[in-house]
Nanobody
Framework: QVQLVESGGGLVQPEGSLRLSCVAS????????MAWNRQAPGKQREFVAF???????DYADSVKGRFTISRDNAKNTVYLQMNNLRPEDTAVYYC???????WGQGTQVTVSS
């Protein structure tokens, strides 16, 4: 069974930056598409960013130009670099194994002055 462990969340001021990390256990990470999703208080979960097995990426319109998803297959890790953060980015961020539909436990990101 795959386990996904996120880290890197926290409190940051508007226009600040954070980098989230997600380490995946198990084999075949190289063959796995990964994504980040988020859920803000009182709202439904929403898609944030996707990275395919060969590195193709996709982003929600709300984060394009500010967030960057990447992966290091040697470390079984996917990253989300978040720049120019806004208060509306406040949410619990979840790492997702898209190929096998596994989710991490989430990491809280709070953007506030």
């Amino acid at each position: 069974q795959v386990q996904l462990v996120e880290s890197g969340g926290g409190l940051v001021q508007p226009e600040g930056s954070l980098r989230l990390s997600c380490v995946a256990s198990g084999r075949d990470f190289n063959d796995t598409a990964m994504a980040w999703n988020r859920q803000a208080p009182g709202k439904q979960r929403e898609f944030v960013a996707f990275i395919g097995r060969v590195g193709i990426t996709d982003y929600a319109d709300s984060v394009k130009g500010r967030f960057t998803i990447s992966r290091d297959n040697a470390k079984n890790t996917v990253y989300l670099q978040m720049n120019n953060l806004r208060p509306e980015d406040t949410a619990v961020y979840y790492c997702t194994d898209v190929t096998r539909n596994y989710w991490g436990q989430g990491t809280q990101v709070t953007v506030s002055s």
